[in-house]
């Protein structure tokens, strides 16, 4: 991997290593430092820790995938971390079973997977299959495919989430409550996503503390929550506050 810093580039033979560099250059949000992966394929086999008020890209030269050695994290955010793609490289954290989540963010981090960006095949017996967020999540263009957990198979949040141009498939919740994202707290704004559930249950759950907003105002932003396999999942349980501005929920068992 490599690590820019404006005219300077530094290059590392580990994930791990080249964000340690790129900690130690980025404290100012007016110029960040960036980790570029350069190979298809890269093993991380400690969590990758970024400290507060670090400012980070996290990018790729070609199509990638993110696996872990182990059973850490892969990431464990408290910084601004912003992991983008692009229409043609991808950036795929690949999950196991080894009962952790992939990314974890805490209430001083700010995470935004931005184009072309992937969590999949990641599960946990506990909360949150792929993300565990306490802090501010961005989700555009992203997908979470096949991950699973207790609560939350996708996304487990106390924190605060904007979702656009978003795919869900394939995620389990094991106690049928939030199969795609458990909203303990906080405030979850969905504007344009595809949702499709295959567990029993809702796909998104709201706690008493938490606010869900559901489709955007312009034309095009919408959401749809549904199954095709399975007639006993439900779009949304709302025990929080809920708004729905343009949406389509439904079940069709095939």
Avoid: C
Wanted: glycine share 10%.
């Amino acid at each position: 991997a490599s690590v820019t810093f404006g005219s300077d580039v530094t290059y590392y033979t580990t994930l791990e290593s080249a964000f340690a560099y790129a900690s130690t250059l980025a404290t100012t949000s007016s110029k960040y430092a960036t980790v570029t992966i350069l190979v298809d394929s890269i093993t991380v086999s400690s969590t990758i820790v970024v400290g507060a008020d670090k400012f980070i890209n996290l990018t790729a030269s070609v199509s990638t995938t993110i696996a872990r050695q182990g059973n850490p994290a892969i990431i464990h955010n408290y910084a601004t971390l912003n992991i983008y793609g692009t229409d043609s490289i991808s950036i795929t954290f690949q999950g196991d079973e080894n009962d952790q989540v992939l990314i974890y963010n805490e209430t001083e981090g700010t995470i935004t997977l931005e184009s072309n960006v992937t969590l999949i095949g990641n599960k946990t017996t506990g909360i949150g299959g792929a993300m565990y967020n306490k802090g501010t999540l961005t989700i555009n263009g992203a997908s979470f495919t096949n991950n699973s957990a207790n609560y939350g198979g996708a996304i487990y949040t106390l924190g605060t989430i904007n979702i656009k141009n978003a795919t869900f498939d394939g995620n389990t919740a094991t106690s049928n409550s939030g199969s795609t994202i458990y909203v303990v707290s906080g405030t979850t704004t969905i504007t344009s996503a595809t949702i499709n559930s295959t567990t029993n249950g809702p796909a998104i759950h709201i706690d008493g503390n938490g606010t869900v907003i559901i489709g955007g105002t312009a034309d095009g932003e919408k959401v749809v929550i549904g199954s095709k396999t399975n007639r006993n999942n439900y779009g949304i349980r709302a025990w929080g506050s809920l708004t729905i501005n343009n949406a389509e929920i439904y079940t069709k068992y095939e």
